[in-house]
């Protein structure tokens, strides 16, 4: 009896050191979990701008994890992160980033928000703030409003710049909306939530732009004909989700996009195929207006990458 009475209580201890081993250097399991989830980042920019980002933190057996999204490029692991007495510290490799180096991330958690810093290319400190990502679950049955054309096939009424005192290579030929670039990106001056999208694009050859859903997450427009799918391929959502096929059809040929967003669930036709049925967005992709994901938000053409043309752009806005 008292062997087992002795045994029993070297189990407890043990245990309780194998726990205390694999949560050590993350603080206590209850603490980690509270920087669990996705995060939607804003970041002071040392020009006084604000652009996005966000972030998620995740558990991968006894460690912390994460997945990344800068102001611009796509979705990427962290290197490294961890969580220990109200401080989260992470680092995540370069991709667009003009630095030598790892870029790195402090933040301390205040009541359900992140404040932190990290350093700009030229080494000056950047202070960001985090909150946590809505769910935003939207009605699996949604009556639809009335059609709006988004653009007349006269001039850009309804539509502006993204940077009022950018490049301007948007036009109006012949009934269809041309952008030459380098321009600024196109943006609708009317905000949507949930709605049905239809379209009708025409992409030269070797080029490429998107199509910004609330101005947050990137449908990718590309000369992309005859490649295999892919999540930063023609009809992907920039990073992060892969089409199940490629039906596009070949440069300066005219196409569709038949887009559906509720919530967070996608779904999209290219030329009538459907290639991403129903698929929740984990997040804003590069490139984005914003990382506020509760609101509405435009309609956004990508202006700076090439030369693409619309001649009908078609939303119903569900009530």
Known sequence: ???RVTFAIFLTITSGLVLVAAYGNQGSNSSVDKVLGRWDITVQAADGTRYPSWLEVTRDSDKLAGRFVGRVGSQRPVKSIEFKDGQLIFSLPVQYERQNSDLKFEARLVGDRLEGTTLAPDGKTLRWTAVRAPALAGSSRPKWGQPIQLFNGRDLSGWKLRNPNGPNGWSVVDGVLVNTPRSTDLITEQEFKDFKLHIEFSIAEKSNSGIYL???????????????????????????????SNPAKKANEWQTFDITLIGRRLTVALNGKTIIDNVEIDGITGGALDSNEGAPGPIMLQGDHGKISFRSIVITPAL
């Open 1 to 3: 009896m008292v062997q």
């Open 214 to 244: 609330r101005g947050r997450y990137e449908i990718q427009v590309e000369d992309g004909a005859g490649r295999e799918p892919d999540s930063r391929g023609i009809g992907g959502v920039y990073g992060f989700i892969a089409p199940t």
